[in-house]
């Protein structure tokens, strides 16, 4: 596709509840980031893949928080027993060759808004 | 421990005026730094990225400085117009290949 995509839009689950939430990058990017964002701040790094390798999650917030990429494109942000602090919005990035440092462009999707009543 | 600021006041100008933010790091040493805008219920977009031994980098009506003696960038629009209204985020490289972003700055550019 033309850019990176993320599905659901939003989302709403009650507490205790799992979510999964997807994100589709644009075809050929190697690198795949998740962000979180809160209300009024800047986008939180949560974890990073280089194709299918997930080099760094150091920005999980807690073990209820899993992220996969197992064929190198489509990812999904799993988040198990949902609680109300996890009412955010999911941001996914990508970039095209995984360049260290802040070198690159990164594209990042709409977004999934999770509430969590 | 690391900071980035930027101004968490909205920045409200008068179109054709030119709007300067800022963004304030401590206890980083980038080689690179990117701007970004968001608009409500968008992911950001990419604007500009500056390298550290670049002072300034211009594109279309943006410019950008970068000042690694004190830290700071400064991001200017300038002839200011209401569909450059949005919020503007600033970005360092961190370890590895994150991106930490600053809180952003809201620009409203009023007609």
């Known amino acids: 596709g033309a850019g990176v995509s993320q599905s659901p839009r939003y989302k709403v689950a009650k507490r205790g509840q799992d979510v999964a939430l997807r994100c589709d990058p644009i075809?050929?990017?190697?690198?795949l980031f998740w962000y979180q964002q809160a209300l009024g701040q800047g986008p939180e790094f949560l974890t990073y893949f280089q194709n299918e390798a997930q080099l760094d999650k150091s920005g999980l917030p807690s073990d209820r928080f899993f992220a996969e990429r197992p064929e190198g494109s489509v990812s999904t942000l799993k988040i198990q027993r949902t609680q109300q602090e996890d009412s955010a919005v999911y941001l996914c990035?990508?970039?095209?060759?995984?360049?260290?440092?802040?070198?690159?462009?990164?594209?990042f999707g709409p977004g999934t808004r999770l509430l969590v009543l | 421990s690391q900071k980035i600021e930027q101004n968490s006041e909205a920045l409200n100008i008068q179109e054709g005026k030119t709007a300067t933010l800022t963004c304030n790091y401590t206890?980083?040493?980038?080689?690179?730094l990117q701007w970004y805008r968001q608009d409500p219920g968008r992911g950001p977009v990419f604007l500009l990225l500056i390298r550290e031994n670049e002072k300034e980098k211009r594109k279309e009506r943006l410019k950008v400085t970068f000042d690694t003696t004190l830290k700071q960038s400064l991001f200017h629009i300038t002839a200011s117009q209401p569909a450059d209204s949005a919020t503007y985020l600033c970005a360092l490289e961190a370890a590895g290949n994150k991106l930490t972003f600053g809180g952003g700055t809201r620009v409203l550019v009023k007609p």
């Open positions: 206890n980083y040493s980038p080689a690179y």
């Open positions: 990035a990508s970039s095209l060759a995984g360049l260290a440092g802040g070198k690159e462009t990164q594209y």
């Open positions: 075809s050929g990017h190697v690198s």
